[in-house]
């Protein structure tokens, strides 16, 4: 029989549990999202240089392309769950070698950048949205 836990110990365990989980969902809504843009810049930029599409907005415009501005949006949201949740994983875990100091470093940077992406794209996404809906 294990010895009775204290309060504490059984919030934390819950907490771990939870980042993990949102760690995991975060990353798979990351690749899904990320191959999806890639996908579409990679035949938006080579669809129109060799012309083989000739959409009417701009390509790769943040007032005008829809398409560009929420997949942006997407991934800047998924990296920063995922980011995120990996920061407060290591903060209750804990840290002590090197490596796990300069992933909690690039995590920070990553985290930043997503923020600053976010600031910038949000607002034009959901306008889109709100049009479109």
């Known amino acids: 029989m294990e010895p009775p836990r204290s309060k504490t110990a059984k919030i934390a365990t819950v907490l771990q549990r ?4 949102s760690t995991r969902v975060g990353l798979r809504s990351l690749l899904v999202v990320s191959g999806w843009f890639a996908i579409y810049a990679v035949v938006g930029f080579l669809g ?3 012309g083989w599409i000739d959409p009417s907005y701009p390509l790769f ?3 005008r392309d829809p398409f560009f501005v929420i997949g942006i949006t997407l991934v800047a949201l998924s990296t920063g769950v995922v980011t995120s949740s ?6 209750l875990v804990g840290f002590e070698d090197d490596e796990s100091q300069f992933s909690v470093l690039l ?3 990553s985290l930043g950048f997503s923020a600053a ?8 996404a959901v306008e889109i949205l709100l049009r479109v809906f």
């Open 61 to 63: 415009s943040l007032e």
């Open 18 to 21: 939870c980042l993990e989980v």
């Open 48 to 50: 129109s240089t060799v």
């Open 86 to 91: 990996l920061l407060l994983h290591h903060f």
């Open 107 to 109: 995590g920070f940077v």
């Open 117 to 124: 992406v976010l600031r910038v794209t949000l607002p034009i």
